[in-house]
């Protein structure tokens, strides 16, 4: 592994078995939510997952430092085999891979202040005395731009801006490598979400921190990442630099994303494709060959019968689609 990778999955899978109940029987089935994802993440980079709901983000989010558990592949992390290695050293890797959630009113337990909140993932992990601890949560409140007077609120007394920076504070308490982000501004007003992003982008810079985020705000990856991975029905369907994808998106699929986005840019109003047909499909039971196919205005019948593999069409930008030169 380059020293440079903080962080690699290959061919990572995340299936889930359930039963259906029948008339008389329960019928088995699986869901694919992860089905072989493969990408790298190197140090300092900021790299964006974007797709419907249902394509499979947060299962793989938290399979990579499995809070759900893989079915199959292999994810290494800041050196270290993440789904071999035993409790201890699986600890001390949650340590520098933090997760930042998606609802703050959810995430913050309703019955602690602030500074209790943030003094949890400390005692966890055996750090400091109370004293250091409590001048490591005010160091750390002031980077979110919050201030001691918070720190003995509760989490309905602050703003969603507010419970939202509490979670990165709680994040970065521990001073982690790596932020896993969870659609950080989906849940807040968007005169707050600016200021968020604002935050992540001068956090990243101050830090040294790396960022896998995901999101639906396909503005914010764009703001936030150098590389952007487009995600459908548990694989990836195209991946490349963020302006080369954004400013010329080869996969169908990408190109009714960004023409979803209300804007005033040539770059990404002239996509050829104004909307899709129909919802993502149940990953029970997955379509034949290209599982975008049954969505999909140019499927032939090569589409139907051959899943196409991720090709490489430009210098670090990769589709899978069997007629990206349409």
């Known amino acids: 592994m380059d020293p440079q990778i903080l962080l690699e999955a290959t061919d990572l899978r995340v299936h889930f078995e359930a039963r259906k109940r029948g008339f008389l029987l329960k019928v088995p089935y699986t869901i694919r939510a992860v089905d072989g994802v493969s990408f790298d993440l190197e140090a300092g980079q900021a790299f964006g997952i974007v797709g419907e709901s249902g394509s499979g983000k947060t299962v793989l989010l938290r399979s990579l430092i499995r809070l759900i558990e893989p079915t199959s592949g292999q994810i290494h992390a800041l050196g270290e085999n993440v789904l071999e290695c035993p409790p201890k050293v699986l600890r001390h890797l949650r340590r520098h891979i933090q997760l930042v959630f998606q609802n703050p009113s959810t995430a913050l337990h309703p019955r602690m202040t602030v500074e209790q909140a943030c003094a949890e993932p400390l005692i ?18 002031e980077i979110v731009g919050l201030s001691t007077d918070h720190m003995k609120r509760y989490s309905h007394e602050l703003s969603g801006g507010q419970r939202q920076r509490v979670g990165i504070a709680r994040a970065l308490v521990l001073q982690p490598d790596i932020l896993l982000c969870d659609e950080p501004v989906s849940a807040l007003d968007v005169s707050i979400r600016a200021q968020v992003l604002n935050l992540f982008q001068d956090l990243k810079s101050r830090l040294d921190l790396t960022y896998l985020i995901i999101a639906h705000d396909l503005s914010a990856v ?35 994303l960004l023409a979803s986005v209300p804007t005033i840019e040539k770059s990404l109003s002239g996509t050829k494709i104004s909307s899709l047909p129909g919802d993502i499909p149940d990953s029970r039971r997955p379509p034949s060959g290209c599982p975008f196919h049954p969505r999909c205005p140019y499927r032939a019948d090569i589409c139907v019968s051959t899943r196409p593999d991720l090709e490489a069409v430009a210098e670090g930008h990769s589709v899978a689609c069997h007629f990206w030169e349409r």
């Open 124 to 141: 966890i992990h055996g750090i400091g005395d109370r004293e250091s601890r409590r001048q490591r949560i005010v160091e750390t409140l």
């Open 222 to 256: 764009r703001y936030l990442c150098q590389e952007v991975a487009v995600m459908y029905l548990g694989r990836f369907v195209e991946i490349g630099p963020t302006e080369s994808l954004y400013k010329s998106p080869k996969h169908p699929y990408t190109q009714a």
